[in-house]
Nanobody, 124 residues
Framework: QVQLVESGGGLVQAGGSLRLSCAAS????????MGWFRQAPGKEREFVAA????????YTADSVKGRFTSSRDNAKNTMYLQMNSLKFEDTAVYYC?????????????????WGQGTQVTVSS
């Protein structure tokens, strides 16, 4: 099993920045791609970004492209999401996810492991 714990969420003004972290534990050697998703109140969970095991390949949703950057440090078993130029509509609970697969899936059903989520609130 793999356990994921997110941190770094909080309240920030529009235009500001936050960096989320996702720490993995357990059978971390089995982790391939890791991803970020978010869910706003009353909305479905949506894909934000994915990063390959090596970190060489990433894929970012159009809604955050150019503002959000994913990275990972395998020595620390940690993935990051740097969020810049935050907008009110970025307000959501952000979840990290992991899969043994080596592709970059964008559907939540393709991820086997999930964190508990961290709240990001952007004030306008």
């Amino acid at each position: 099993q793999v356990q994921l714990v997110e941190s770094g969420g909080g309240l920030v003004q529009a235009g500001g920045s936050l960096r989320l972290s996702c720490a993995a534990s357990g059978r971390t050697f089995s982790i391939g791609t890791m991803g970020w998703f978010r869910q706003a109140p009353g909305k479905e969970r949506e894909f934000v970004a994915a990063i390959s095991r090596s970190g060489d390949s990433t894929y970012t949703a159009d809604s955050v492209k150019g503002r959000f950057t994913s990275s990972r440090d395998n020595a620390k078993n940690t993935m990051y999401l740097q969020m810049n130029s935050l907008k009110f509509e970025d307000t959501a609970v952000y979840y990290c996810a992991a899969t043994p697969e080596r592709v970059l899936p964008t559907l939540s059903g393709e991820y086997a492991y999930w964190g508990q989520g961290t709240q990001v609130t952007v004030s306008s």
